[in-house]
């Protein structure tokens, strides 16, 4: 409506335009530059539609709070810019894709010439979205923790059982990634990418953290508890922890802690509620392949053509290295949906843990 009514010379159209869209973006984009629906890809694109008509009301002498509303779109491009990947794709958090019109680099660099470039350090947190990040000084390596509601309380749509989950990157290239999303209405992968087990977190005796159903429905939901993160130079720790839909006696909480010597350590405690079993997943980049390195040890081994990594488990009694599948024998699982449409196989390594009340249990990676 606003388009139209610049082009067309519609002034009862602008005048409704330009108040739909200012109320728009004080509502869907919050204080710390994110987008309510908690996905960066729609984040991308809500920000590349508010560009575009920001800067044709602006060249149209319309613009009435030009540093207000410039701060804040700056807001958005260094949000932005924390969810995209060193190779120029966006982190796949709830329902994201790599598609032609979102990439996120061309949309940072419109916003830095229609609204300036925001020159602060990057945030390690992101408090009202939900999520906290590290990146080392030359920027190749770097994690994304999702900590923060499913979506706005209103509107679930694109929301996924992925409290606690976490991208992460090793020399500049994917290590360890979130599934994304292969499609909508009717696709096969749908109820798979929504599901806890399409995330890097852990999923208790076969539950869900949140009720999702339908194609873009979510019902009773996880409840964020609280988030503490630290940070110093080549060290940094989160901690945050949730209540599952089914059970809120029942406390999760993870921490993920970045050591001086290079080695992450992501641990978990359960406490309350009456679990007994947990599964731990962490999803591979398709280019990354494992395997355990015994048949008397729980340590697996990672490479992307030269040794990568090890990631070993603390009090877990089984591991799985899973490969893509899907059909009516056996649910859909280990695929990475980097784009609509395309589904990649990959490797998912999986944990099974006996868990008992309030003892820690978790893994530890190691690069090689």
Same mark, same amino acid.
């Given at each position: 409506m606003t388009?139209?009514g610049? @082009?067309f010379?519609?002034?009862r159209?602008?005048d409704?335009g330009?108040r739909l869209l200012?109320?728009? @973006?004080?509502?869907q984009?919050?204080?710390?530059g994110?987008?309510?629906?908690r996905s960066? !890809?729609?984040?991308?694109q809500?920000a590349?539609?508010l560009?575009?008509? %920001?800067?044709?009301?602006r060249?149209?002498g319309r613009?009435?709070? #030009?540093?207000?509303?410039?701060?804040?779109?700056?807001?958005?491009?260094?949000?932005?810019?924390?969810?995209?990947?060193?190779?120029?794709?966006v982190?796949?958090f709830?329902?994201?894709?790599?598609?032609?019109?979102?990439?996120?680099?061309?949309?940072i660099?419109?916003?830095?010439?229609i609204?300036g470039?925001?020159e602060?350090?990057m945030?390690?947190v992101?408090?009202?979205?939900?999520?906290y990040?590290? !990146?080392?000084r030359d920027? $190749?390596? #770097?994690?994304?923790v999702?900590?923060g509601?499913p979506?706005?309380? %209103?509107n679930?749509?694109?929301?996924?059982?992925? +409290?606690?989950?976490?991208?992460l990157s090793?020399?500049?290239?994917q290590?360890?990634?979130?599934s994304g999303?292969?499609?909508?209405?009717g696709?096969r992968?749908?109820? %798979?990418?929504r599901?806890t087990r399409a995330h890097?977190?852990?999923?208790?005796?076969g539950r869900?953290?949140?009720?999702i159903?339908?194609?873009f429905?979510?019902?009773?939901r996880?409840?964020?508890v609280?988030?503490e993160?630290?940070?110093?130079?080549d060290?940094?720790?989160?901690?945050?922890?949730y209540?599952?839909?089914?059970d809120? /006696?029942?406390?999760?909480?993870?921490?993920?802690?970045?050591?001086?010597n290079?080695d992450?350590?992501?641990?978990?405690?359960?406490?309350g509620?009456?679990v007994?079993r947990?599964?731990s997943?962490?999803?591979?980049?398709?280019?990354?392949?494992?395997k355990a390195?015994? #048949?008397?040890s729980l340590?697996v081994?990672?490479?992307?053509?030269?040794? +990568?990594?090890?990631?070993?488990?603390f /009090?877990?009694? $089984?591991?799985?290295v899973?490969e893509?599948t899907?059909g009516?024998?056996?649910?859909e699982?280990?695929w990475?949906?980097?784009d609509?449409?395309?589904?990649?196989?990959?490797?998912?390594i999986?944990?099974?843990?006996s868990?008992?009340?309030g003892?820690?249990? $978790?893994y530890?990676?190691?690069?090689?």
């Amino acid at each position: 409506m606003t388009l139209g009514g610049l @082009f067309f010379n519609r002034r009862r159209w602008l005048d409704r335009g330009e108040r739909l869209l200012w109320r728009e @973006f004080e509502e869907q984009f919050l204080p710390d530059g994110g987008h309510y629906e908690r996905s960066p !890809m729609y984040h991308a694109q809500a920000a590349a539609d508010l560009l575009e008509c %920001y800067a044709l009301l602006r060249a149209f002498g319309r613009v009435a709070r #030009k540093e207000e509303i410039e701060s804040k779109l700056r807001a958005t491009a260094r949000f932005l810019d924390a969810m995209t990947c060193a190779d120029g794709t966006v982190a796949l958090f709830n329902d994201s894709a790599n598609t032609e019109e979102t990439r996120p680099r061309p949309i940072i660099e419109s916003a830095a010439r229609i609204a300036g470039r925001d020159e602060r350090p990057m945030p390690p947190v992101f408090p009202e979205t939900g999520y906290y990040i590290w !990146m080392s000084r030359d920027g $190749g390596e #770097k994690i994304v923790v999702d900590a923060g509601p499913p979506s706005v309380d %209103y509107n679930a749509a694109h929301a996924h059982c992925d +409290l606690l989950s976490y991208e992460l990157s090793f020399d500049g290239k994917q290590f360890i990634v979130d599934s994304g999303v292969h499609g909508y209405g009717g696709d096969r992968f749908r109820e %798979y990418a929504r599901s806890t087990r399409a995330h890097n977190t852990v999923m208790f005796d076969g539950r869900e953290q949140s009720e999702i159903w339908g194609v873009f429905r979510m019902a009773r939901r996880a409840e964020l508890v609280g988030v503490e993160v630290e940070s110093d130079q080549d060290v940094w720790s989160f901690r945050g922890a949730y209540r599952p839909f089914y059970d809120r /006696g029942l406390t999760h909480e993870r921490s993920v802690v970045r050591k001086a010597n290079g080695d992450w350590v992501i641990t978990d405690v359960a406490s309350g509620g009456s679990v007994t079993r947990a599964q731990s997943f962490i999803h591979l980049h398709p280019r990354v392949t494992a395997k355990a390195s015994g #048949k008397e040890s729980l340590v697996v081994e990672c490479a992307s053509g030269s040794p +990568l990594a090890r990631i070993e488990p603390f /009090g877990a009694d $089984g591991v799985s290295v899973i490969e893509a599948t899907e059909g009516p024998d056996q649910p859909e699982q280990s695929w990475y949906f980097p784009d609509f449409g395309v589904a990649c196989p990959a490797q998912t390594i999986r944990f099974d843990y006996s868990v008992k009340n309030g003892k820690a249990f $978790g893994y530890r990676i190691s690069r090689q």
